[in-house]
T-cell receptor, first 115, second 113 residues
Framework: GAVVSQHPSRVICKSGTSVKIECRSL??????MFWYRQFPKQSLMLMAT?????????EQGVEKDKFLINHASLTLSTLTVTSAHPEDSSFYIC???????????FGPGTRLTVL | GESVGLHLPTLSVQEGDNSIINCAYS??????FIWYKQESGKGPQFIID?????DKRQGQRVTVLLNKTVKHLSLQIAATQPGDSAVYFC????????????FGAGTQVVVTP
């Protein structure tokens, strides 16, 4: 089956620093990738939709200058949390799709802790 | 936004019994629905999906029922096992929305021996 990986799986950083999270589709070409954030005991909230080679589309309330998304190839999307603060601590999950309304394949998530 | 102190609804099921997890979806234009299982510290795992032109679909030990009239979705798990303990989310999709999913609140399933 389709496999999506994320790196790193866990990251701890100091307040004010930037953190980059990678999402890779390992065995298929992902024309669309999605980034979600999940706080403890809560559901997944879509942050942005990323199509290869174009700018990401952000959901309402998500700051595009704080959460930089790059989808430079059909197998890699990155999310950079800039100037991270403790309230950005969360579980960040990506998913990848080969397009349209096809099934999304989810990565294992990245636990970000900002001290 | 974030809700402090939010607790997931919990369904406690005895091993071997059947589980029924319910979900009310919000958008009458949604035409594709998926159930995901999420274990602690992991990403969601696809269980089963259903399109709006169907009202029932069966998989291995799982059945999804869709009632479009009342915008209700349910997941039935037969002969629940300890490995079924997880949080279950329903998600809805509108076909022309580039595959964007909206997730429900989730239900914590706890399987007791």
């Amino acid at each position: 089956g389709a496999v999506v990986s994320q790196h790193p799986s866990r990251v701890i950083c100091k307040s004010g620093t930037s953190v980059k999270i990678e999402c890779r589709s390992l065995d298929f070409q992902a024309t669309t990738m999605f980034w979600y954030r999940q706080f403890p005991k809560q559901s997944l909230m879509l942050m942005a939709t990323s199509n290869e080679g174009s700018k990401a589309t952000y959901e309402q309330g998500v700051e595009k200058d704080k959460f930089l998304i790059n989808h430079a190839s059909l197998t890699l999307s990155t999310l950079t949390v800039t100037s991270a603060h403790p309230e950005d601590s969360s579980f960040y999950i990506c998913s990848a799709s080969s397009g349209g309304a096809n099934e999304q394949f989810f990565g294992p998530g990245t636990r970000l802790t900002v001290l | 936004g974030e809700s402090v102190g939010l607790h997931l609804p919990t369904l406690s099921v005895q091993e071997g019994d059947n589980s029924i997890i319910n979900c009310a979806y919000s958008n009458s234009a949604s035409d594709y629905f998926i159930w995901y299982k999420q274990e602690s510290g992991k990403g969601p795992q696809f269980i089963i999906d259903i399109r709006s032109n169907m009202d029932k679909r069966q998989g291995q030990r799982v059945t999804v029922l869709l009632n479009k009239t009342v915008k209700h979705l349910s997941l039935q798990i037969a002969a629940t096992q300890p490995g079924d303990s997880a949080v279950y989310f329903c998600a809805e999709n509108i076909m022309d929305s580039w595959g964007k999913l909206q997730f429900g609140a989730g239900t914590q399933v706890v399987v007791t021996p």
